[in-house]
């Protein structure tokens, strides 16, 4: 079953604004992590963020982890065309170091130039 | 470094027949993962390897199974497929590193279709 769920679903912007998009889960994490992915292909590792963790940046992204309402953000700023992609969330439950990824539907996103 | 290699990319394969895809992980990395996407399952965990064991497993029937060789590659099997297996199967290597620090890598997938 899923545990993440991403919004929107979709999300069209104009190149140079920002891009926000929300995930929530509902069990108790270890770390949460944003991915992207490019149509049809691997998924490329963003960022991860720890549960102790409130916030993390990496160039132009940014996350937030909220534990308490068990939800996370993912902020883009300054799109650019190159950033359209779909955009997954993953919380990630560590068991006796085996490790199980679950991923929302994620977020389409498209940048217009 | 090299990243996760995934082999085949594409295939094609017919009802009932079965298929086998190679993912071979970043070097030094002893967890290997598989997952499984489709648009309207969207990314599924199949299952874990680490030091050729299988650690943990997702919900798919027993026609899905794996192994994992002696130099961290990994291998997985789909007997008796199904229109449904049609899917982008994606591999994840990651090296645990300890509480919350396990970035998990993907090769690019091999895109099944069943035909």
């Known amino acids: 079953s899923q545990q993440g769920e991403e919004d929107p679903q979709a999300l069209s912007i104009q190149e140079g604004e920002n891009a926000t998009m929300n995930c929530s889960y509902k069990t108790s994490i270890n770390n949460l992590q944003w991915y992207r992915q490019n149509s049809g292909r691997g998924l490329v590792h963003l960022i991860l963020i720890r549960s102790n963790e409130r916030e993390k940046h990496s160039g132009r992204l940014r996350v937030t982890l909220d534990t308490s309402k068990k939800s996370s953000s993912l902020l883009i700023t300054a799109s650019r065309a190159a950033d359209t992609a779909s955009y997954f969330c993953a919380t990630d439950r560590i068991i006796q170091g085996a490790q199980k990824l679950v991923f929302g539907q994620g977020t389409r996103l498209t940048i217009n130039p | 470094k090299a990243g996760v290699t995934q082999t085949p990319r594409y295939l094609i394969k017919t009802r009932g027949q079965q298929v086998t895809l190679s993912c071979s992980p970043i070097s030094g990395h002893r967890s290997v993962s598989w997952y499984q996407q489709t648009p309207g399952q969207g990314l599924q965990f199949l299952f874990e390897y680490f030091s050729e064991t299988q650690r943990n497993k997702g919900n798919f029937p027993g026609r899905f199974s794996g192994r994992q060789f002696s130099n961290s590659r990994s291998e997985m099997n789909v007997s008796t497929l199904e229109l449904g297996d049609s899917a982008l199967y994606l591999c994840?290597?990651?090296?645990?590193?300890?509480?919350?620090?396990?970035?998990?890598?993907f090769g690019q997938g091999t895109r099944l279709t069943v035909v």
């Open positions: 994840a290597s990651s090296w645990y590193r300890g509480w919350g620090k396990t970035e998990a890598f």
